[in-house]
């Protein structure tokens, strides 16, 4: 059942996505050479209390922090620790989600940290860049291929793989809702976008190949060849003039 949200559950979620788009401002700001990643969890913790939200992570099937962080070659789901200490020339994906009044929120970023190398830097621009083609896709009487193809397209495009094996989803008083919304085509095929529909997309790209490989945390997913990996999400409604992006300050 894919549900379709009211211009009011919708106002919801827009709160729930200015939380979000917060919690990604000081985890930013958090995320620097010297600094661990629960240094970046407890960024994002002080939001949610600050706006008198609820994690959606924290829980989640056991996992215990409200951020997954996603060093290198970590794709995502990474959990926060203070054993792992960033440093200049990483890049990190922080990964976050809210909710007010039992309505959810979902987004991710890749940042650097300090100097990149020039591969990691256009790594996360062209994730970046997937994410936003994927965008231009979310109106009314598209289908769901058509922003896995956008994603793909522009990936591939720039030699970069696309992870398979984890999708975006629908999203609205459960994070994770029907359908699923793989990163990948062919377009012109699957559901057809109507308008109330909300949708978490996120691109998962590989500067290597696309194989993935949990690591026996159960969390914990890396690329298989150690080459790094970028995320970017955001939570998106089809309204009747084009997609709205509610994960934004
Ligand atoms: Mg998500
Ligand atoms: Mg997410």
Redesign the pocket.
């Known amino acids: 059942m894919i549900t379709r949200k009211s211009a009011e559950q919708i106002a919801l979620m827009r709160r729930a996505g200015k939380v979000v788009a917060e919690m990604h401002e000081e985890c930013i700001r958090a995320a620097k050479a010297g600094a661990t990643t629960l240094d970046v969890d407890a960024a994002a913790r002080e939001v949610i209390d600050r706006r008198g939200a609820r994690s959606n992570f924290l829980g989640y099937h056991g996992f215990p922090a409200v951020v997954c962080t996603s060093p290198n070659d970590v794709i995502v789901h990474g959990i926060p620790s203070a054993d792992v200490v960033l440093k200049d020339g990483d890049i990190l994906s922080i ?1 976050c989600g809210a909710i007010i009044e039992g309505w959810h929120a ?1 987004a ?1 970023v890749t940042v650097p940290i300090g100097d990149i190398d020039d591969e990691s830097k256009r790594l996360i621009e062209v994730t970046r860049e997937s994410l936003e083609a994927a965008i231009a896709q979310v109106v009314e009487g598209k289908r769901l291929g058509d922003l896995g193809a956008a994603v793909e397209g522009r990936a591939e495009e720039a030699g970069f793989t696309v992870v398979r094996e984890y999708v ?2 629908g999203i609205g008083t459960a ?1 994770h809702e029907e359908p699923q919304i793989p990163n990948y085509g062919p377009a012109g095929r699957g559901m057809k976008l109507r308008e109330g529909h909300v949708l ?1 997309i ?1 691109p998962m790209v590989n500067a290597g190949g696309p194989e993935t490989e949990l690591l026996n945390d159960g969390w914990t997913v890396i690329t298989r060849d150690g080459r790094r990996s970028a995320h970017f ?1 955001h939570t998106i409604a089809v309204t009747d003039h084009g997609p709205e992006v509610l994960t934004v300050p």
């Open positions: 990964d979902d991710a975006g989803h994070m978490a996120e999400e």
